[in-house]
Each structure stands twice: as C-alpha cells, then as structure tokens.
C-alpha cells in the first residue's frame, strides 16, 4: 500500500521513468526488478510492534507485500493519485469503487456506452442492492447537472465508449457531480495514464484493467483503482473489508509490462490510425470510429483532452449480419477473441443490444479491431481477404 505520491525525477521522460521505476535496486542488492514476496504471514518482533501493526509497512499479505507496493507506487506517479488498490481482474476494478460509493437508495449516474459487463454489475447487483441506475448520453458534458438529484453518489463515465468511441467532457462532467455532490470514477483503460490522467480532469477515482496495455501479453488478468486524497481512505477501506488483493505473479507480471508500454502503446497507436485511414479508404466501410481520425465527431474534443490514441478502435462494414461473420471468418491474422492491448490484433462483432441511448452508426455490421505489434501491410492484406469474403457473402 501507498497512501503518498512517490517521489521522481519528473524532469526526465515518461519512458525513462517507465524503465526504472519507483524503486531502488541499490536497496535490492542491485537486482533491477523487484523480488515476487509469496507469503502470507508477517512476523513481528514483538507484542507491541504486533498490537500496532497499522503503523507497519506490512502486516498480513492481503493489505499487501513489497511486490504489491511496487506496482502501486509506479501506478500513483503514473495517476498522480494519493493511493491505487490492486484486483485480480479489470470488472473488479469497476466493481469495488461502486460498492465502496453506493448503498441502497443512493442514485448511479453511468454513461450508455460503457463496457458490458459494467453494465451488467449495475443492472444485477447494484439494482439487487437498491440502488437506482440511469444511463446518460456520452456527449451530455455539463447538461449532466439537469441530471443530478440529492441522492445521486456516483457518476461513472468511460471514455472513449467502449464499441463506439463516443468522447466524453471529461471535466464538465466531473465538475457538474463534485458539486452535485457525487464521486466520479472514469474507466479509463483504453488511453491509460499515459495519454489520459483523470484526476488532473477532475475525476477522483481512475479505474483500469491492467489486463491490457500494462500486461501488454495476453498472459495476465488483474485491476486498478487509483484514488484522489478525498476518497482514497474510502476506496482502501472497502477493499480490504472485501477481502481481495492481487497475487504476486500477476504483479510481476504487470510490473515487467510496464517496463514496456510506452513504446508499445506508441506502436499500437500508430499502426491503428494508419489501419483505420486505410479502412476509412474502402468502399465496403460506412464509417471508422476511430477519435484521431478529423471527421470523427468527437475529435474536437479527444485532440483536447487526450495527448494519443491507442490501438483499439471500430469500423462498420457494409451489409447484415451474415457479410460480418463471412468477413471475420476469413480472417487469418486477426484472432476472433475479446480482450485487448496485447501483442496479437483481434477482430469481435460489435453487440450494442444492451443501449438505450449511444445506439451506435448505422449503416451495417459493427465490428471492433484491437491492432497489435504486426506489420500494417500485412494486417492490411488480412483485411483484404475479409473484404473478399465479405463480397462473396
């Protein structure tokens, strides 16, 4: 656990920082990375020390170990937030900050293009608590005050929305809830801290799914929560009340992705605008929803906002049901499978059954594309193939 900002060297680059990390190898015996603690009791050298173990660095391994600090420590100087919790999954991540911010009778403000299984949390358990959700349109901003009511906790926002892109007033909506009275959490895993920090907008919890860009493998699931110093005592309590922490592995693992994502997600960001100009080209596409792309309709405000993009974006191809699963089908570099911000690039139709305000483009088959570390030309190609099969169909 870390309840302050670590100090760094802010005068050097991001990547600089990326590599080295918050921590000290010369306090490690000169080992680079940090040791994997597996254990779960501390010992403590007496009663008193025992008695007083809140003041303790660690105390049982479920508040935390060396190897969980760590990544906490890189994650609250990537946030600039006063504390960050570690979960073993990114819905987890969406999950524990409701329950930490809401009870029965409490009013849930959640944008209408938020993430599935969001969603799903807050119709099935959240409503099961007695608590009241209401979906509002992504491009509402500060109309979001019309909205509020004096029960109103929490405003939860994503943003870009996940399928559809759509590109939220990040700090009109975070100001408009502040003074409604509502904590604002925004799940921002598709810009991570390094194209986007919530709390300097004014959002006082930053939710993401380590899964993606800072796992950048495939290999590892687990969340974060990054808290401002308001909430953060709140958001720490409910955790460990919880019971759930991330296991060490994981965390290694995420810290060794780290060591890397700067460059990647410069890749990543770069080979999706260049696949998304050249589907942008085709006659099969109706539209790209891609935030750097000028005609998109929130560009405006992305180019305001966020300092990149990333490698995960959505196009719609022309034609029903079946021209979509003829061109997924042809697909051979482009895995068929969720997830995203790794190594490999998939392709998933997009199911938008579930809004009832951010409808998404007409026009066709909605289909989402995550771009991985492959050579454009010949992702390019696997997409040609799609189109012929698509054509066929």
């Known amino acids: 656990m870390s309840t302050e900002r670590p100090k760094s060297d802010q005068t050097v680059g991001v990547n600089t920082r990326l590599a080295h990390g918050p921590y000290d190898p010369r306090l490690q015996h000169g080992f680079v990375n940090p040791p994997v603690f597996h254990g779960s009791t501390v010992l403590f050298p007496d009663v008193a020390t025992l008695r007083d173990r809140a003041r303790q660095p660690f105390s049982y391994a ?43 009778g409490d009013h849930c403000l959640v944008v209408d293009s938020v993430y599935h299984p969001t969603r799903r949390f ?16 992504p491009h509402i901003g500060g109309g979001i005050a019309a909205l509020m009511r004096p029960e109103t906790k929490v405003v939860f926002i994503e943003a870009p929305g996940s399928h559809t892109f759509e590109i939220v007033d990040v700090a ?19 810009a991570t801290p390094l194209l986007f920090r919530p709390l300097d907008h004014g959002v006082d919890l930053s939710i993401h799914a380590l899964t993606k860009y800072p796992g950048g493998h495939s290999d590892v699931m687990m969340g974060s929560v990054s808290a401002s110093r308001e909430v953060w005592p709140q958001l720490r309590a409910t955790q460990l009340q919880l019971g759930v922490n991330a296991a060490p592995d994981d965390t290694y693992l995420v810290l060794r992705g780290l060591k890397t994502m700067g460059v990647r997600l410069e890749r990543h960001g770069r080979s999706a605008l260049a696949v998304a100009e050249w589907l942008a080209s085709r006659d099969e596409v ?5 935030p750097a792309l000028p005609d998109f309709p929130g560009n405006a405000l992305w180019r305001r906002q966020f300092s990149g993009s990333s490698g995960l974006f959505g196009f719609v191809l022309k034609g029903g049901g079946k021209t979509g699963d003829a061109f997924l089908n042809a697909l ?23 809004r009832t ?9 909605l289909i989402r594309l995550q771009i991985g570390l492959e050579d454009v030309d010949d992702l390019c190609a696997d997409l040609e193939r799609g189109f012929a099969a698509a054509r066929a169909a």
């Open 172 to 190: 009109a909506v975070a100001e408009a809830a502040r003074t409604g009275g509502a904590v604002t959490m925004m799940d921002n895993t598709w």
């Open 122 to 137: 807050c119709d099935g358990t959240l409503t099961r608590m007695g608590v009241t959700v209401e979906y509002f349109d």
């Open 332 to 354: 051979t570099l482009f895995g068929l499978g969720f997830s995203w911000g790794g190594h490999e690039s998939l392709a998933v139709p997009s199911d938008l059954s579930d």
């Open 62 to 104: 479920l508040s935390g170990t060396p190897t969980t600090k760590a990544l906490e420590d890189a994650l609250n100087e990537l946030e600039g937030s006063a504390g960050t919790i570690l979960l073993p999954s990114g819905l987890a991540a969406v999950t524990v900050p409701l329950l930490a911010f809401l009870s029965a």
């Open 286 to 290: 109706a539209a790209v929803l891609h």
């Open 357 to 365: 305000i951010a409808k998404g483009p007409d026009g066709g088959t």
